[in-house]
């Protein structure tokens, strides 16, 4: 019995070594810890992970129908983020999800309020939107908000410039999703 005990003790301790194991919690769902992080598995086998990354100091979801949230310090666009878009160069990004259709990026920058606004103002003239709506607002104390939408063949992208007086730094938002109120032509059916 004692030689069986020492043979079990090993493999319970290279389990936790290498770092992966399912437990099961019930109703055929799975939580799996790995090293890189816990990947929670329902009755269907569809995955949904959530991973730490300490080096960078950020946090990163998947969900099972290509869904994903990263937030942190200088985290990664989304793969499905149009490479049209422009970005400040000094960009850090904190916030990058996508589900669905919608992907959303946030980011600081240290540009200037006029030079960000000029890298907006020239992508929504120069894109070829159908059309674009820009609203500003005074939030008070100098700080500004200021929000372009251009609509396109059925997309909508929606950028909102905020610039804290106080604070050196400027926050994006941008936004794309499908047009809710977009009708195809006959030409495009």
Known sequence: MKKLKWL???SIILIFLTGCFAIPIGDGKKVKLSKSGITFIDEDGKEASLSVDTDEGSIHFSGPDNENLSFGANVDLPDDFPDAIP???DAFIYT???KGDTVLVLYETGLSFKDILQIYEDFY???GFDSVD???ATLGEGNIRLMFTGYKDG???NTVLTHVKQE???QVQIQISEDPFYEPSEDED
Do not use: D, V
Request: aromatic letters at 10%; a positive charge.
């Open 125 to 127: 003239k120069n894109y």
């Open 168 to 170: 050196k730094k400027r």
């Open 155 to 157: 997309e909508l992208i």
């Open 134 to 136: 820009k609203q500003e």
């Open 96 to 98: 990058s999800s996508s």
């Open 8 to 10: 079990f003790i090993p």
């Open 87 to 89: 970005l400040a160069e």
